[in-house]
């Protein structure tokens, strides 16, 4: 029942369909040029519908406006330092802006003159790593960004498509007859990687083993990878790495679109969404329906690639003021997926097919809220709250399992910045799973409360120290403790050093996919493990960054697990989930190259081991 390699390519049909925008003719902005210079240096902005720009902000500061023209406009950089967004604003109240688009020469130190460095224009933002927006190319913490416009040009239909083909991330199909599919970061199994939405847990065990499927890239605007343990933000689970999908936020207006895509093997998926922003308010609806007949290549009877259906609605509203930032989103899912026996789902129940066969519902439901209180300039509380609700139904080879589980999470979280040098994320947070089985001869309840800090030691530019702590109390195994420090340093502007060590913990589950094959007669789960899993993370790299043209990183890391998780059939006939003896060690390697000489070409190229 183990993995094959999938056997499907894209569909040999591609029909789109698009609704027209109906957003009315509010300013955007493409790119600011030159993206770096003194305080007074001419910027050129470049966009849509700029003649009606009144205002131009960099870091906040109004500036001398030059000259504007529909696609175009002229200003004078006022006094500043570090790396500022532009925003520009219109009488009527439209607003249109660029994250780290400008940079002050000073910041490039004396030995770097600003034309000698690559650009910044519009540089992605990431936040996994530090719960702050920091620019990508700066951040302490290694991290990688697979963009909206990467995970379009790839025809993606869920997050596996998205991130199937990136170097350093491997996607595996873990199952070859329910076609279960995991992620590894860093070498590390798919269960040590955690997978976030909007920076909230969202999947963990039952839900994360079909998970990874369900997820509608139609409503991806971003997905960003950390690798190597990440526990003291993110608590159980992130051992091996993150992945933190970011969900898109409607322009201002109103929008709608819809795509139709049909193949081979009655493939077709259906997206459509629709958005309206008007002022501080937003709103976005996203739903798709999406399937796939199971497909037999050998003429055996019997399938190597699952048949599914699969539908997602979700709804995300947004509120964005100067002093708090809301997001509340909700999101509905059904799928039914079959592999093994060919046939509808209830002739393979009704014969002898059954034995060889695996059929699965999922209906899954999820609420979440994000809410940030600007308190100061130095100051941002965040409060974060959800609720998840999973179930499975389905029969393995004529085993029946049902499962539903329930997560509950809450956390409490202040960013401040202490002094110049020194900015501070600290807070406490409590997750809550349950998880109740119709085989389980054990309660499956847990309650973990944990409380972290995270300090950012910056001195200089060219160097920062990240540091933190992590303390855990689960109540089925006690007392967890995560540090970890990360340090970066950048001999120039293009290259960037980083290292890590950390540790990570997981909590081990009763549900393991690959336990249905440990005993197909018949058999009931059995918890013996005492211990949660732990690790030791070290990580270390290099990125040459000349901007669009040309990226390189080369990184290396080791990983250890203590007390690793193993599922074992007894002589009494059931399966027995336990803490193995000895440790786990993995090694990894990843080299990747990327470089955009031309829009829209997007070359990359990457060998891990």
């Excluded at 990874?212 to 003291?232: C, F, K, T, V």
């Excluded at 947004?318 to 039914?336: H, I, W």
């Excluded at 093994?340 to 209906?363: H, N």
């Excluded at 669009?548 to 080791?558: D, L, S």
Aim: hydrophobic residues 35%; charged residues 20%.
């Amino acid at each position: 029942m183990h993995a094959l390699e999938n056997p499907m390519s894209r569909p040999h049909l591609l029909l789109l369909l698009c609704a027209p925008s109906l957003a009315w003719a509010a300013p955007k902005l493409l790119e600011a040029s030159p993206s770096s210079g003194a305080p007074g240096t001419l910027v050129t902005l470049s966009g849509v519908s700029l003649d009606e720009v009144s205002t131009v902000l960099v870091c906040g500061q109004e500036t001398e406006l030059v000259k504007s023209t529909g696609p175009q406009l002229s200003f004078r950089v006022p006094d500043g330092e570090g790396v500022c967004g532009i925003e520009v604003r219109t009488a009527d109240g439209e607003t249109a802006s660029l994250t780290a688009a400008f940079r002050y020469a000073a910041e490039l130190g004396d030995d770097h003159d600003a034309e000698d460095h690559p650009e910044y224009r519009g540089e992605d933002e990431v936040v996994t790593g530090t719960r702050v927006a920091r620019r990508i190319s700066d951040v302490p913490v290694l991290t990688e960004v697979i963009d909206a416009d990467r995970i379009e040009s790839k025809g993606a239909v869920c997050l596996i498509d998205a991130l199937t083909y990136e170097p350093g991330v491997r996607v595996d199909n873990l199952c070859s007859i329910c076609n279960t599919t995991g992620v590894k970061l860093s070498g590390m199994p798919a269960a040590y990687t955690m997978l976030l939405v909007d920076g909230v847990p969202s999947y963990s065990s039952l839900g994360q083993t079909y998970g990874w499927l369900m997820l509608s890239a139609a409503d991806i605007e971003r997905i960003e990878i950390i690798r190597g343990a990440n526990s003291i933000l993110n608590g159980t689970d992130a051992m091996g790495g993150v992945v933190n999908v970011i969900t898109k936020a409607p322009e201002e207006g109103a929008s709608a679109r819809m795509m139709l895509e049909g193949g081979s093997f009655g493939y077709h998926y259906l997206t459509g969404a629709g958005g309206l922003r008007r002022g501080d308010w937003s709103l976005s609806l996203v739903g798709s329906h999406s399937a796939h007949d199971s497909v037999d290549r050998d003429g055996d009877e019997v399938s190597e690639f699952t048949g599914y259906q699969r539908g997602n609605l979700s709804s995300t509203v947004r509120y964005d003021r100067d002093r708090v930032d809301v997001l509340a989103r909700v999101t509905a899912t059904q799928e039914t997926r079959q592999g093994g026996g060919l046939g509808s789902v209830v002739e393979v129940l009704s014969d002898e097919r059954r034995l060889m066969s695996e059929t699965i519902l999922t209906q899954r439901l999820e609420a979440s809220a994000v809410v940030d209180v600007h308190v100061s300039d130095d100051v941002d509380l965040e409060t974060t709250l959800s609720a998840i609700s999973h179930l499975q139904d389905s029969d393995y080879e004529e085993e029946v399992y049902v499962g539903e589980q329930q997560m509950v999470f809450a956390q409490q979280a202040v960013v401040a910045k202490l002094a110049d040098t020194y900015s501070l994320v600290g807070g406490a947070a409590y997750r809550g799973e349950f998880l109740q089985e119709n085989l389980a001869l054990s309660e499956y309840e847990y309650h973990m409360v944990g409380v972290f800090a995270q300090g950012d030691w910056m001195p200089n530019r060219w160097f920062e120290v990240l540091h933190g702590i992590r303390y855990d109390y689960h109540n089925e195994f006690g007392h967890i403790i995560t540090p970890r420090v990360s340090v970066r340093g950048n001999p120039m502007p293009e290259l960037t050093l980083r290292a890590t060590g950390g540790s990570g913990f997981r909590a081990p589950t009763t549900f393991y996919e690959y336990a249905h094959g440990v005993r197909p007669e018949g058999y009931q789960r059995l918890m013996s493990a005492d211990k949660a899993e732990t690790s030791w993370n070290g990580n270390l790299s290099a990125q040459l960054d000349l901007g669009r043209k040309f990226r390189a990183t080369v990184e290396g890391g080791v990983n250890r697990v203590n007390d690793p998780i193993t599922v074992e059939a007894t002589e009494e006939g059931n399966v027995e989930v336990f803490n193995a003896d000895g440790a786990l060690t993995i090694y990894s390697t990843d080299i990747q190259v990327q470089s955009s000489p031309i829009d829209p070409l997007y070359l990359t190229a990457g060998y891990g081991y």
